[in-house]
């Protein structure tokens, strides 16, 4: 068995031969700046020349190695997918590296990659592909109607942090840019639990995978139910809509719904009850009529 003496002993000698290979290497790479210089020239040019050989030290090697790397794949940002998405060691998701005026390493959000993140959790809520660049900017108001359509919907996202929301409600013709605005509102109410369905398919989804999609349904932060009436008409797809209505109604839980035609014109097929509900859900109710356009597809 070693004694107290010889363990330290032991300890002072490693400590004495790392010591001695980090004075080795940077006699053969000629310090951390030579490093930087000849293996991470990406890294070396965000570095501002005034920084002195010991602020850069005091970065490990590892460190400044994945620095570079990082930087290396933001350039390929978003391409590849959100290259800086994901996080490692020393780099939260989304962020890269900075030489910062107090010269050090630091992080900054990397503006690419919050597209990125946007596109993401858009798609994984359902936005269908034509949808996503929808937004307030890009739904230009052709007539005052639709003018006072878009302030509404942007009344409503503004609103979207108080405790009960409620529902808005989009109804026009076809057309008329009703699923645009339903998505640039959705987006502006930035919750991360957003789900976004196509009436007719959910009503397919609750048929084949019953609990899932009900839950989820049920319970995302805001739901958003495009073409409301578009379903085909069957006493299940009715009997799951009122459940699901009521549900998230009884819960205070925020939808947002485009239809073509007014609640009166649906009380036939969907029941008086549910009817009742969605009006009484109704915060902002916005209508799309008046001159008709055909709007640019998908649009
Ligand atoms: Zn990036």
Redesign the pocket.
Known sequence: MKTIGQAVDELLTRRARERDAIQKRIARDGGTRRFVEKRLPRLSDVIAPDVTEEQLAAHSRWELREASQRMR??????SSG????GASGYFAE?T?PVWTDEHVLGRAD????AA?AERRRLKRAGVPEGFMEATFESYVARSDVEAEAKELCRQYASGFETSDPGTLMITGPTGLGKTHLAVATARECRTPRLMFAYLPALVDMLREYTDEAFLRATTCDLLVLDDLGAERESAFGQEKLEHLVNVRWSERRPMIITKNRSLNAMTKTLGEPLIRRLVSATRIAVELDGDYHERAAGV
């Open positions: 794949d933001c350039a390929h940002c978003p959100g290259a800086c998405d989304g890269f990397c503006p690419k990659w990125y």
